[in-house]
């Protein structure tokens, strides 16, 4: 299976900065054939499901606030929080569907 | 709108059996692909099991293969999960999760609340 590494594993972040999670991939998780990164980032709050956030690396869902892009190609990938709100405070998840679904351990978003 | 309700977690015995039950509203069980992922106590996410909107391609993680089969009935708009021989690290909190693909598991944009399972003596 292919295995994702996030880091850091928590960060604190003042309100208004910015926060930079990445994701790396043992492998590569682009599909040549369409150009497309399999992975998906995702939200969770204590004590809620995860929410999706963005997916093909950088597409950001409906309703999610533009603060939040996905970036990156191949083995290596980033969520950026451009400016964190208290409201943001949770764990985010990488997620790849390259192969057999796999996830991240998570990281974890403080405010500084 | 999308409500995503699972059910049918509860304390049990190592070896013991369980069903889960994952009622879907607000869209057709026979128009998306659907999926369960648990989450261990404190732990990731972990995907379990896959199965195409008309049921014809099916798929188990190999930690839960042979021990589980997921199924579903459209006439309820329900997703299931049977799971046997069940282990202590099989205790988790297990959410169904819609697929926003069609064909092959790949990323998740409805979630339900999850229903806990134990499996201790």
């Known amino acids: 299976d292919i295995v994702l590494t996030q880091s850091p594993d928590s960060l604190a972040v003042s309100l208004g900065e910015r926060a930079t999670i990445n994701c790396k991939s043992s492998q590569s998780i682009l599909y040549t054939s369409n150009n497309k990164n399999y992975l998906a980032w995702y939200q969770q709050k204590p004590g809620q499901p995860p929410k999706l956030l963005t997916y093909w690396a950088s597409t950001r869902e409906s309703g999610v606030p533009d603060r939040f892009s996905g970036s990156g190609s191949g083995t290596d990938f980033t969520l950026t929080i451009s400016s964190l709100q208290a409201e943001d405070v949770a764990v985010y998840f990488c997620?790849?569907?390259?192969?057999?679904?796999?996830f991240g351990q998570g990281t974890k978003v403080e405010i500084k | 709108e999308v409500h995503l309700v699972e059910s049918g977690g509860r304390l049990v015995q190592p070896g013991g059996s369980l069903r889960l039950s994952c009622a879907a509203s607000g869209f057709t069980l026979t128009t998306y692909d659907m999926n369960w992922v648990r989450q261990a106590p404190g732990r990731g996410l972990e995907w379990i099991s896959y199965i195409s909107s008309g049921s014809t391609t099916i798929y188990y993680a190999d930690s839960v293969k042979g021990r589980f089969t997921i199924s579903k009935d459209n006439a309820k708009n329900s997703l299931f999960l049977q799971m046997n021989s069940l282990r202590a690290e099989d205790t988790a909190v297990y959410y169904c999760?819609?697929?926003?693909?069609?064909?092959?598991?790949?990323?998740?944009?409805?979630w339900g609340r999850g229903t806990r399972v134990t499996v201790s003596s």
């Open positions: 999760a819609r697929d926003r693909c069609s064909g092959s598991s790949c990323y998740y944009d409805s």
């Open positions: 997620q790849q569907y390259f192969g057999t679904p796999t």
